[in-house]
């Protein structure tokens, strides 16, 4: 059974910082590179961090030098991670974990609203 569930988004200021995790439960997640996506009102769903298996990593331009993408790899599950720092107006949005390629399930998601 796979499941993906998202959480510690919140309401923060800008310049704070908030750290997200995701719980992405099955054997089909442990070997798979994984993402965070975000995705803003009225806007794509993209991709903004991303960390292979092998614990190399990729950063969108827009987030780079302020998110740390983890993962912690357990049996049946794979524990993903973002920290957020510096946090800016533009990253308000919700943020899910996912496998890069192609997946057809997606949690619910974590609101971030970064604002004064």
């Known amino acids: 059974q796979v499941q993906l569930v998202e959480s510690g988004g919140g ?3 800008p310049g704070g910082s908030l750290r997200l995790s995701c719980a992405a439960s099955g054997s089909i997640f442990s ?3 994984m993402g965070w996506y975000r995705q803003a009102p009225g806007k ?3 991709l903004v961090a991303a960390i ?3 614990g190399s990593t990729n950063y969108a331009d827009s ?3 302020r998110f740390t993408i983890s993962r912690d790899d357990a049996k049946n599950t794979v524990y993903l991670y973002l ?3 510096s946090l800016k107006p533009e990253d308000t949005a919700v943020y899910y974990c996912n496998p890069t390629g192609p997946f ?3 949690g619910q ?5 970064v604002s004064s």
């Open 109 to 113: 998601g974590t609101q971030v609203t």
């Open 44 to 46: 794509r769903r993209e």
């Open 104 to 106: 057809d399930y997606w």
């Open 52 to 54: 292979f298996s092998s």
């Open 63 to 65: 987030v780079k030098g």
């Open 11 to 13: 309401l923060v200021q």
């Open 83 to 85: 920290q957020m720092n």
């Open 31 to 33: 070997s798979r590179a």
